[in-house]
Structures are given as C-alpha cells and as structure tokens.
C-alpha cells in the first residue's frame, strides 16, 4: 500500500496495489494489519456505509463528536467525487484548514480521516458511490455539521453549472464558528 500525506497531517491518502488480467482486476482494499502498519493507529471498524449520489449532490460536511468520535476510511466505488476533510480540532493549529481531493473509481485510492474531521463530497460524475468505514455508529445525539460554503472556510469546490443539491440537514447547517466542534 501506497500512503500520500495530505496538507492535514493526520488525513492519509491510501492506495492499493491492484494486480490486473485479461478477466479484469483484483484490490485487497482493506487489510488490517496493513492498515495499522501504515497509520500507526489500531482503528477499530465497526460499521460499513454505502452511498450513491447524483452529479451535483454535495454530501457534508459531517462529523460525530465524543463519546461517539468517528474516524472513517473512505472510498468511491463508481464515478468521481470531490472529498473535502476539514480540520474541527478548535485546540489543533490546523482547525479551519481543509484538505480536498478527486477520488475516481478507477484509481483505488481511499482516503483516511480521523476523529476530529468534517466530512464530505460532491458528486461530479452522472452517478457516484461511495464506501466508507466508521470506527463508531451513527449516533443522532453527536452529530455534527458545518455549511458547505463557509467563507471562513473558502473551500474551493469544483465548478458547478448549477447550485448543489444538498438535505435538508446540509442546508441549515451552521458555520464553523456556530457549530459544536472538538476541544
């Protein structure tokens, strides 16, 4: 396995080997020992999530807050999204900073992000799935999100032809400076 550092020092990019054929190709795309070797961290799985997105549809950005903090490794399984991780650590140097990257299905790239990290996507292929695994359950009483668009923010997001389609939830989701963020 391949690992990039990304501009969050905590945020890994990961990439498998693939082995391909003439019938098409195998990825191992989650080992544990390898993963464990390769963070440093014994991260604990304990949960699978499947989604599929339209072109356009901006996912996030999410996070869970303790007891119930949520690492996630994440990875698209058909199409292309724009991920973006932001840093919501208020006690890190790098609290506000973002980290965004293409994950396209073709390249087996997954992207690490710790507890302590927003997340989410835009879907810019017609369809986008994507995969991710938490290291907690989903628990509704620690959710947590901030506005896609915070200009204290300035994620600079792929160009749109037309406004995002996001939930409900996305769309009265509070700036970072009103949201219930890490220490």
Same mark, same amino acid.
């Given at each position: 396995m391949r690992v990039s550092p990304t501009s969050l020092p905590e945020v890994l990019l990961l990439e498998a080997e693939v082995v391909r054929d003439a $019938? /098409?190709?195998v990825v191992e795309s989650f080992n544990q020992r390898v993963f464990e070797a390769t963070v440093g961290? =014994? =991260?604990?799985? @304990?949960?699978?999530v499947h989604s599929r997105s339209q072109r356009g549809v901006l996912r996030g950005l999410h996070y869970q807050l303790p007891p119930c903090a949520q690492g996630k490794l994440v990875r698209v399984i058909a199409g292309r999204v724009f991920d973006v991780v @932001?840093?919501?650590? $208020? &006690? &890190?140097?790098?609290f506000r900073r973002w980290f965004g990257v293409e994950l396209d299905a073709e390249k087996p790239q997954q992207i690490w992000i710790p507890p /302590?990290?927003?997340h989410g996507f835009l879907a810019l292929s017609e369809t986008a799935e994507v995969l991710y695994k938490t290291t907690s359950y989903y +628990?509704? /009483?620690? #959710? /947590?999100?901030?506005?896609?668009?915070?200009?204290d923010i300035g994620i600079e997001w792929p160009r749109m032809s037309s +406004?995002?389609?996001?939930?409900a939830r996305d769309a009265r989701a509070p700036a970072l400076? #009103? +949201?219930?963020v890490f220490d």
């Open positions: $019938r /098409g190709f961290d =014994a =991260a604990n799985f @304990v949960l699978d @932001v840093d919501v650590r $208020r &006690s &890190s140097p790098n /302590g990290f927003a +628990a509704p /009483g620690t #959710e /947590g999100s901030v506005r896609w668009n915070d200009p +406004a995002p389609t996001l939930s400076a #009103e +949201a219930l």
